[in-house]
């Protein structure tokens, strides 16, 4: 079984492109029985990994038209992860995340670093609520939901930062598909370690400045 990936990059420093390369390791070295392609989408130019497919916008940072590019060089294998890079991959998280799409149409892992995810007892936790049940930083997906939605509904390019999550949660359920957290499903996430190193302006424009382009959105959402 293959697994496409996706993870968003942004190398500006030694620590921040050490931070995605152990992202990166860690998928690989979760599973043995499970291939990934790993897509990084990287907006620093020049900036590379290793055991991966690095692709350059050279274009300023916009959350879901770079996921969009990312998607563009997708193996076409039944499941897309999409995966922040200040993360790290427990063992066999995959498989537990593809048994839940046997049931769901997207899932979460749990993020034990997080107070709210210790002592998960139920294998599944269905719901949307975004942070507590949808993670953006970590969800995987059927390929054929991707098939039947629109990726241009999915991944609006007016919503660049903040909000994607809140926005892809939106739209599953007004088409009606179930989502869960899998509490079997284990990921570390660093919490915001890119977004942390970038300028106050460029800090605002992709984080509290999207909450007025979401809600924009959403008004028109059928």
């Not at 992202?23 to 599973?31: L, M, P, V």
């Not at 241009?152 to 994607?164: H, K, M």
């Amino acid at each position: 079984m293959t697994i496409d990936v996706i993870m968003l990059a942004m190398g500006s420093t030694g620590n921040l492109k050490s931070m995605t390369q152990q992202a990166i390791n860690s998928i690989h070295a979760s599973e043995k029985d499970i291939q990934f392609n790993i897509v990084v989408v990287e907006t620093i130019k020049d900036v590379t990994y290793k055991h991966c497919t690095v692709v350059h916008p050279d274009k300023k940072f916009n959350y879901n038209k770079f996921t969009k590019i990312g998607l563009r060089h997708l193996s076409g294998a039944d499941y897309v992860y999409f995966v922040n890079n200040d993360t790290k991959a427990h063992y066999e998280f995959a498989k537990h995340l593809v048994n839940g799409l046997l049931i769901y149409d997207s899932v979460s892992p749990v993020n034990p670093m997080m107070p709210e995810h210790r002592n998960k007892r139920e294998q599944y936790i269905e719901g949307f609520k975004v942070r507590e049940l949808f993670c953006g930083w970590a969800f995987m997906v059927k390929r054929s939901l991707l098939d039947e939605i629109n990726n241009d509904v999915l991944f609006p390019d007016e919503i660049e930062g903040w909000y994607s999550d809140n926005w892809f949660a939106d739209v599953l359920a007004n088409h009606g598909k179930r989502h869960a957290l899998v509490s079997r499903a284990k990921v570390d996430h660093l919490e915001s370690k890119t977004i942390r190193s970038l300028t106050r302006e460029e800090h605002d424009r992709i984080t509290y400045e999207q909450k007025k382009n979401y809600d924009k959105l959403l008004g028109g959402l059928e």
